[in-house]
């Protein structure tokens, strides 16, 4: 299984940037997928969860209401939009698939798979 993130780079603050993952070598529609970021000296964090159906998503209160995460499983293709971007968005981004099939949760422990990392980077 390969996860191959894409889409960061430098944008202003209050600007926009779309990532994109692309999930190859497993049945993608059976597993819910995530955004995590991490940043210089932190841990990783949970952004945002979306369910294998695409019908529930989850986000971590300090991306709420400024990113969206969507999928289309024909593509087998994950996305993240994110929207009024903030210095400190600045991070690592990486996508994730869970390790269990029909299973929604937020832990990175439970998802098995990862993408390389695409790097966001938010001047002031």
């Known amino acids: 299984v390969q996860l191959q993130a894409s889409g960061g780079g430098l944008v202003h603050t209050g600007g926009s940037l779309r990532l994109s993952c692309a999930v190859s070598?497993?049945?993608?529609?059976?597993?819910?997928v995530g955004w995590f970021r991490q940043a210089p000296g932190k841990e990783r964090e949970f952004l945002s969860v979306l369910s294998w159906s695409g019908s529930t998503t989850h986000y971590a209160d300090s991306v709420k209401g400024r990113f969206t995460i969507s999928r289309d499983n024909a593509k087998n293709t994950m996305y993240l939009q994110m929207n009024s971007l903030k210095p400190e968005d600045t991070a690592v981004y990486y996508c994730?698939?869970?390790?269990?099939?029909?299973?929604?949760?937020?832990?990175?422990?439970?998802?098995?798979?990862w993408g390389q990392g695409t790097l966001v980077t938010v001047s002031s």
């Open positions: 070598g497993r049945t993608f529609s059976y597993y819910a």
């Open positions: 994730a698939a869970h390790r269990t099939a029909y299973r929604v949760s937020y832990s990175p422990a439970d998802f098995r798979y």
